[in-house]
């Protein structure tokens, strides 16, 4: 199984993203207005903010594998489920289709630890993995930084990540090939 660990913030959205919506919003309401008839929930409807080319870039990477996995590492997985974390990706239904589940939160000393270990922990109860990718603006991910799509907070995830991504996920698909 081929596994991608995903961030959402300066991944799926980006300063630029939020520049941009910002600049087309009515300024004279508050936010808790504009969104006071939406009804679903607070972060489907900020979903809607979400960078509409990096959708697009993570949607071409689910096009390209069709069998890639998604588990979400965000800190947007808190207090959310696999069904509701589909429905805040609304936006992205063929990402939303992938995510099969999230990695643990583990805390030590009051801090959550690095997220390079929690992706370890979720990577240690799934043998079935056979390659995976974590995209992230961030960089802890510890020992595991060689599978790391680091993407700039201010663009999200480019075409340039979906491409490196691939890459690293067809390499072992490769290389199973010639093995056999
Ligand atoms: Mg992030």
Same mark, same amino acid.
């Given at each position: 199984?081929?596994?991608?660990?995903?961030?959402?913030?300066g991944?799926l959205? !980006?300063?630029? !993203?939020? @520049?941009?919506?910002?600049s #087309?919003?009515?300024?004279?309401?508050?936010?808790?207005? %504009?969104?006071a008839?939406?009804?679903?929930s607070?972060? *489907?409807?900020?979903?809607?903010e979400?960078?509409?080319?990096?959708?697009?870039n993570? *949607?071409?990477?689910?096009?390209?594998i069709?069998?890639?996995?998604?588990? /979400?590492? !965000? @800190?947007?997985r808190?207090? &959310?489920?696999?069904? @509701?974390?589909k429905?805040?990706?609304?936006?992205?239904? $063929?990402?939303?289709?992938?995510?099969? =589940?999230?990695?643990?939160?583990?805390?030590?000393?009051?801090?959550e630890?690095?997220?390079g270990?929690?992706?370890?922990?979720?990577l240690?109860k799934h043998p *079935? /993995?056979?390659?995976f990718?974590i995209? =992230?603006?961030?960089?802890?991910? &510890? #020992? $595991?930084?060689?599978?790391l /799509?680091n993407?700039s907070?201010?663009?999200?995830?480019?075409?340039?990540? %979906?491409? @490196?991504?691939a890459? %690293?996920?067809?390499?072992?698909? &490769?290389?199973?090939v010639h $093995?056999?």
């Amino acid at each position: 199984m081929k596994v991608l660990f995903l961030d959402f913030d300066g991944v799926l959205n !980006s300063h630029q !993203s939020a @520049t941009f919506w910002h600049s #087309h919003r009515d300024q004279s309401k508050w936010e808790n207005e %504009m969104y006071a008839d939406w009804k679903g929930s607070l972060k *489907e409807y900020i979903a809607q903010e979400f960078c509409p080319i990096a959708l697009s870039n993570m *949607e071409a990477l689910m096009g390209r594998i069709p069998d890639l996995k998604i588990v /979400v590492s !965000s @800190t947007w997985r808190f207090g &959310e489920t696999v069904q @509701t974390l589909k429905k805040i990706l609304w936006p992205a239904k $063929l990402v939303a289709d992938a995510i099969i =589940d999230v990695t643990p939160a583990i805390y030590k000393e009051g801090n959550e630890v690095p997220r390079g270990l929690e992706i370890q922990a979720w990577l240690d109860k799934h043998p *079935e /993995v056979t390659s995976f990718v974590i995209v =992230d603006d961030d960089d802890d991910m &510890e #020992h $595991l930084k060689d599978r790391l /799509v680091n993407t700039s907070a201010l663009h999200g995830f480019q075409y340039k990540d %979906m491409l @490196t991504a691939a890459r %690293m996920l067809d390499a072992e698909q &490769e290389y199973d090939v010639h $093995l056999f």
